[in-house]
C-alpha cells in the first residue's frame, strides 16, 4: 500500500511538475522507499535479526538510501541551472551507449546460476 502511495505521488508529480529538475523524481522516490523501508523493518517478524549499533542491517541501508535521496534530491533543486535540462533524445543515446554494459551485466547471473545452480543465494 506505501509503496502505491509512493507511485502515485510520483506519477502525480511527473504529470504536474513541467519544469522539474533532472534526477529530482528518482532522488524523492529514493528518500520514500528509504524512509517506507526503514519503518516496515520494525513490523517484520525474522527472526533472528541481525542488528549493528541498535538497527537492522537493513534499516542501515534504508538510512542510506534516505541520506543519498536527500543529498541527490537537494542538489537536483538548488543546482539544476548547473546541470541543465534533460534532453529525451541525448537520453536515449546514452542508454545505447551503454548497451555493451548492459548486457554484460545480464548475463554475469545467467553464468553464475548456469555453474552454481541452486547453491546461490544458499547459506
Known amino acids: 500500500m506505501a509503496n502505491l502511495g509512493i507511485y502515485l ?16 523524481l528518482v532522488a524523492l522516490y529514493m528518500t520514500l522507499y528509504g524512509f517506507k523501508r526503514f519503518n516496515m523493518e520494525f513490523l517484520r517478524g525474522e527472526y533472528p535479526r541481525v542488528y549493528f549499533s541498535g538497527l537492522t542491517v537493513w534499516q542501515w541501508f534504508s538510512l542510506s538510501f534516505m541520506a543519498l535521496g536527500i543529498l541527490t534530491l537537494t542538489v537536483a533543486l538548488f543546482a539544476g541551472d548547473m546541470m541543465g535540462m534533460a534532453n529525451v533524445a541525448e537520453g536515449f543515446q546514452r542508454m545505447k551507449s ?22 546461490i543465494g544458499s547459506w
Open 9 to 24: 505521488l510520483i506519477l502525480g508529480l511527473a504529470i504536474s511538475w513541467d519544469t522539474r529538475p533532472p534526477g529530482s
Open 98 to 119: 551503454a548497451y555493451g554494459i548492459l548486457i554484460i551485466m545480464s548475463v554475469i547471473p545467467v553464468i553464475a546460476y548456469g555453474i552454481h545452480g541452486k547453491k
